[in-house]
Nanobody, 127 residues
Framework: QVQLVESGGGSVQVGGSLRLSCAAS????????MGWFRQAPGKEREFVAAISWSGGGTYLLDSVEGRFTISRDNAKNTVDLQMNSLKPEDTAVYYC????????????????????WGQGTQVTVYS
């Protein structure tokens, strides 16, 4: 069992930056692969970024490539999402998620690849 708590959301002007953090409970955090998803009002939850258990593999949504970076610290049980050059279309509730095994590697860009979810943190980008 893994419990996830996101923090770092807020309101920022276009072009600004935010750093989201997800703190995980449990001693087995390093065995989980992690992801960030987002959901805007009236839209489905979409994949944003993912990172393998070791941090050696990272994956990003095309539209955030070059602007967002995902990282993890297994000693601190945290996974971060650094978001730069924010745009209004980045406005959404951002969720942290944990998954494992072959299912994650096969479905890392889908909610089907994850077993545990945080409660979400709101990000609003205004012009």
């Amino acid at each position: 069992q893994v419990q996830l708590v996101e923090s770092g959301g807020g309101s920022v002007q276009v072009g600004g930056s935010l750093r989201l953090s997800c703190a995980a409970s449990g001693r087995t955090f390093s065995s989980y692969c992690m992801g960030w998803f987002r959901q805007a009002p009236g839209k489905e939850r979409e994949f944003v970024a993912a990172i393998s258990w070791s941090g050696g593999g990272t994956y990003l949504l095309d539209s955030v490539e070059g602007r967002f970076t995902i990282s993890r610290d297994n000693a601190k049980n945290t996974v971060d999402l650094q978001m730069n050059s924010l745009k209004p279309e980045d406005t959404a509730v951002y969720y942290c998620a944990a998954g494992s095994g072959s299912r994650w590697y096969n479905f890392l860009r889908s909610i089907a690849g994850y077993d545990y979810w945080g409660q979400g943190t709101q990000v609003t980008v205004y012009s």
